[in-house]
């Protein structure tokens, strides 16, 4: 096969694969790699039709990768919203992913898992037994408080942390999850950035009892740091 089909057909196969991401990131740089190669492909045999359109949509992508990289840590466009732990829409996000909870889990869960008919695997932070009272989040937590945090962008959920105090002003991380459209960002660092909302319930580190290695950039990114016994630790700023 001549080495200009081997091209065009690369470049083909590079764009349908990439309709099949789920990561934003992702299928845009898939994308572009496959449309560059098709507008290249059509130009040297003459199929301006076919180059004009694969040209278009490249600069597309590379128009998309800069408004997704710049927007990356930009706090004007994602939001921080702490909500109840035993919060309805918060169980319901967790009962729709909770698969993907349980295969990316960006640190482990923390304590027993609780099992349910409608949700089975999640975490025991966002399944309170009956009668259990909500934090006041105006006042500082006391051990067993349990605080939890959705990232959104505009009108869409891409991450949950959840966070238990477990007393002495620690709190441990028993779950950092995104979505998978934005799990090639870390958006959880929005939650760790504004560290008041910890002190104002008392927490003056948090911790994560042990890191895959996949989650140590991130953890480093948000500024944890590895401890000597496995665990990593991040001091909150005074309220």
Do not use: K
């Amino acid at each position: 096969m001549p080495w200009w089909e081997i091209v065009g057909w690369v470049g083909s196969v590079l764009v349908v694969l990439s309709l099949m991401q789920a990561r934003v990131w992702r299928f845009r740089v898939m994308n572009l790699v496959g449309a560059v190669l098709a507008t290249t492909y059509n130009a040297v045999f003459g199929i301006w039709a076919f180059a004009a359109m694969n040209g278009a949509i490249a600069v597309i992508d590379v128009y998309w990768l800069w408004r997704l990289r710049r927007e990356r840590s930009d706090a004007a466009v994602y939001a921080v919203v702490e909500v109840a732990p035993d919060d309805a829409y918060l169980r319901h996000v967790l009962a729709v992913h909770a698969d993907d909870v349980a295969r990316h889990r960006t640190v482990p869960a923390v304590g027993a898992h609780a099992p349910s008919s409608s949700a089975p695997g999640l975490p025991a932070l966002v399944a309170p037994v009956a009668g259990a009272q909500v934090p006041d989040p105006s006042t500082p937590g006391t051990p067993g408080d349990e605080l939890a945090f959705l990232v959104v962008r505009g009108d869409e959920t891409v991450g949950v942390v959840l966070v238990r105090d477990d007393g002495d002003g620690t709190g441990v991380v028993a779950l950092d999850w995104v979505t998978p459209r934005f799990r090639d960002f870390t958006p959880g660092e929005f939650v760790y950035r504004h560290s008041d909302v910890f002190a104002a319930h008392g927490l003056r580190r948090l911790v994560v009892p042990t890191a895959p290695p996949g989650a140590i950039a991130y953890l480093e990114r948000v500024g944890f740091r590895a401890q000597a016994d496995g665990a990593w630790v991040r001091e909150v700023a005074a309220a």
